[in-house]
């Protein structure tokens, strides 16, 4: 079975630009987070989606926006892009709505370098 | 404040040494802890999680855990290191919602 898959791998954007950043979990998993992780850092929690619902939001402005499709899949949206949103944005899928009792299953990324 | 520190940013260790990485965590009510291994350019990987029961959890690659209440610790260890462990190793912790507390990390570097 396929992993988390995350597209794309690398992007380079502009201050000020949009970005769209996509993850597909794994297969039956309905659960899907996304983290965001600057470089020496540890994962920073952005948003949780169960069955298309938000579940749960860190501490990022409203310019982080996520929305989660029928198929389970997820888009993270970043709009006024800052240097500081550049970071490797991790997807993670679980197999349930409580996700803080049951492991992550994490994707490889995308790294995002705004200049 | 809930948080998790891991307080080394770096372990060396030889191989076929133990490895201990050290995590303590401030959550109030009860802990659901996590330890995840982060290899170059690759996503996380799960290791363990205590949820509750055994204070010793024990997890993939040879890896386990103690759980420490008291001392409110959740230390990886491993008996016998591999140059494959060389990796970084986060700590997480949940109070039981859905966001996940990460530390900031320890590098593992086992030398051959």
């Known amino acids: 079975d396929a992993g988390v898959t995350q597209s794309p791998t690398h992007l380079i954007k502009t201050r000020g630009q949009h970005v769209t950043l996509r993850c597909s979990p794994i297969?039956?998993?309905?659960?899907v987070s996304w983290y965001q992780q600057v470089l020496g850092q540890g994962p920073q929690f952005i948003f949780q989606?169960?069955?298309?619902?938000?579940?749960g939001r860190g501490n990022f402005p409203d310019r982080f926006s996520a929305r989660q499709f029928p198929n389970y899949s997820s888009e993270l949206n970043v709009n006024a892009l800052l240097l500081g949103d550049s970071a490797l944005y991790l997807c993670?899928?679980?197999?349930?709505?409580?996700?803080?009792?049951?492991?992550?299953?994490f994707g490889p990324g995308t790294r995002l370098t705004v200049t | 404040a809930q948080s998790v520190a891991q307080p080394e940013d770096q372990v060396n260790v030889a191989e076929g040494n133990p490895l201990t990485v050290k995590c303590t965590y401030s959550?109030?009510?009860?802990?659901?802890l996590f330890w995840y291994v982060q290899y170059p350019n690759r996503g996380l990987q799960f290791l363990l999680k205590y949820i509750t029961g055994d204070n010793l959890v024990k997890g993939s690659y040879g890896f386990e855990a103690e759980f420490n209440k008291s001392q409110t610790s959740f230390h990886l260890k491993k008996p016998s290191a591999l140059v494959s462990d060389s990796a970084l190793y986060f700590c997480?912790?949940?109070?039981?919602?859905?966001?996940?507390?990460f530390g900031t990390g320890t590098r593992l570097k086992v030398l051959a």
């Open positions: 997480a912790v949940t109070p039981g919602t859905y966001k996940y507390i």
């Open positions: 993670a899928s679980s197999a349930s709505r409580q996700a803080f009792s049951y492991e992550q299953y």
């Open positions: 959550v109030s009510g009860n802990p659901y």
């Open positions: 989606y169960y069955e298309k619902e938000e579940r």
């Open positions: 297969s039956g998993h309905k659960s």
